[in-house]
Nanobody, 117 residues
């Protein structure tokens, strides 16, 4: 089994920055990719960014140029650097990990990000 623990959320003013952390433990050898989803009130959960073992990244159009996902394989940790934050970025952010076939291995507990205008 894989366990994910997130940290780094909080309250920030529009234009500010936050950095999210997600540490994986357990059967980390089974992880091919990790990423961040977010869910705002009344909306569906959406994929924000992902990174695979090879370092290839993928971003939602709404965050391109503002968010950067990175990964420290030695520490089994994924980071999400969020710059130029907007009120519409307000959501609960969830870390996830999945296999090469796209099977979700685990979800983090979620961390709240609130951007005030």
């Amino acid at each position: 089994q894989v366990q994910l623990v997130e940290s780094g959320g909080g309250l920030v003013q529009a234009g500010g920055s936050l950095r999210l952390y997600c540490a994986a433990s357990g059967d980390t050898f089974s992880i091919n990719a990790m990423g961040w989803y977010r869910q705002a009130p009344g909306k569906q959960r959406e994929l924000v960014a992902s990174i695979n073992n090879g370092g290839s990244t993928n971003y939602a159009d709404s965050v391109k140029g503002r968010f950067t996902i990175s990964r420290d394989n030695a520490k089994n940790t994924v980071y999400l650097q969020m710059n130029s934050l907007k009120p519409e970025d307000t959501a609960v952010y969830y870390c996830s990990a999945w296999t090469p076939w796209g099977t979700v291995l685990a979800w983090g507990q979620g961390t709240q990000v609130t951007v005030s205008s």
